[in-house]
């Protein structure tokens, strides 16, 4: 692997930091404080070509790669996190129609997409169905030409935001099938927020990344023509996995963002702050925190362009984009928790910055696959040999 940028991405990368730098990080406090969802700040990444990033170039997109995406989030995420899970999660939210969708879809509905903005949402998560993505309840009963969803979804971010979601439900909602089998009546569909009988539940007023919309979704009678699923009957399922081996590595390169700016926070604190008569950073046992933070930014970086890197030259990577997700994600929930501990009795305010990436860091841990589901996809690829 490559570890040179061309100029191209380079340039963006340039972009995303100075973007991050004057337009994120400035406002951070205020969004987590209120809780308000950064629409404005998510066109401005959308006119710089930030957001939206893995529309094909054929359909007026920038068609970034996989690592082009990686190095935009982890320069966007230094300014603040949950900002920028919302940005991402556009991304998320289009891969669906990429992976199942037709080019007749792929056209009415992304390329949109590139002449105006618009949120996207994912919606696979369910009450009783998070890492048991096979056991979703959301019911699809078919209808003439089409679908009518009932059910529930639970944690959709941008959830209450969205003009077009990509909805996963299923066909048969019996219990009668094995482990094995449940999964294989899961379809995907695309729709708009006009659809009738979609509408948005309780926002979650959360620990951290305050600043994205996290949200239930009630689907009351909800009518889908068959042209907006995606992919055949029962291809749900294959289509909601691939969609998460190719995004994860975005989650590694977010958690990296998070744990560079606790280190930049660190460093600077470390050699300020005074105590019996020195800087802090003097004493080894904060320049054993502030090493373990570099160390693991670097291992949390490889990992995640190895796997991102894999993704782009068409290679199977769930087992690599699992070790990104998992490392990368402790990574930052420990250099956060280390930051605090440097900060000592500041860290623990609102007024310095890094009870806020601690609070952010601890649900990167959760979202997009537990850190336990990632041990179990990691382990039982080891066991395929």
């Known amino acids: 692997m490559d570890f040179e940028l061309d100029d191209s ?47 094909p170039e054929e359909l007026g997109g920038l068609g970034l790669s996989a690592v082009g995406a990686c190095v935009v989030v982890e320069e966007l995420s230094r300014g603040c996190s949950g900002i920028t899970t919302s940005i991402l999660s556009n991304d ?46 959301l019911h699809a009963e078919k209808a003439g030409n089409g679908y009518v969803l009932n059910g529930t979804k639970a944690w959709i971010t941008n959830g209450g935001e969205a003009d077009l979601f990509t909805v996963f439900a299923t066909l048969d909602r019996s219990t009668r099938h094995s482990l094995r089998d449940r999964h294989k009546g899961i379809c995907a569909f695309v729709m708009s927020r006009e659809t009738p009988g979609l509408t948005p539940g309780k926002k979650e007023d959360k620990m951290g990344q305050r600043a994205s919309d996290t949200r239930v979704l009630h689907f009351d009678d909800v009518r889908i023509p068959a042209s907006q699923r995606l992919g055949a009957e029962g291809e749900g399922f294959k289509i909601a996995m691939t969609t998460l081996d190719r995004t ?37 046992a904060v320049q054993f925190m502030l090493a373990d933070m570099a160390k693991d930014i670097e291992a949390s970086r490889l990992l995640t362009f190895q796997s991102a890197w894999m993704l782009d030259r068409g290679m199977r990577a769930s087992k690599q984009s699992s070790m990104a997700k998992c490392f990368s994600t402790d ?27 601690m609070r952010d860091a601890k649900l990167m841990q959760i979202y997009e696959g537990t850190n336990q589901i990632q041990r179990v996809v990691i382990a039982r690829e080891l066991m395929k040999g």
């Open 92 to 137: 998320l939210g289009l891969m669906p129609i990429l992976v199942g969708g037709s080019r007749d879809q792929q056209r009415e509905w992304l390329a949109p997409c590139t002449q105006d903005f618009k949120v996207l949402a994912f919606c696979l998560s369910e009450p009783g169905a998070g890492s048991d993505v096979a056991g979703l309840q």
């Open 248 to 284: 994860r590595p975005l989650i590694g390169a977010l958690a990296t963002g998070i744990a560079r700016r606790a280190l930049e926070e660190s460093l600077a604190y470390a050699a300020e702050r005074k105590a019996f008569g020195q800087a802090i950073g003097e004493f080894q």
């Open 9 to 55: 991405l380079s340039s963006l990368q340039q972009t995303a930091r100075r973007f991050s730098d004057e337009q994120i990080a400035p406002v951070a406090a205020q969004y987590d404080a209120s809780g308000k969802f950064p629409r404005e700040v998510l066109r401005m990444a959308w006119e710089l070509g930030l957001s939206h990033t893995f529309i």
């Open 331 to 357: 990574a930052a929930m420990k250099a956060t928790t280390d930051a605090v501990q440097i900060f000592g009795g500041n860290g623990y305010t609102k007024e310095y910055p890094v009870e806020k990436l």
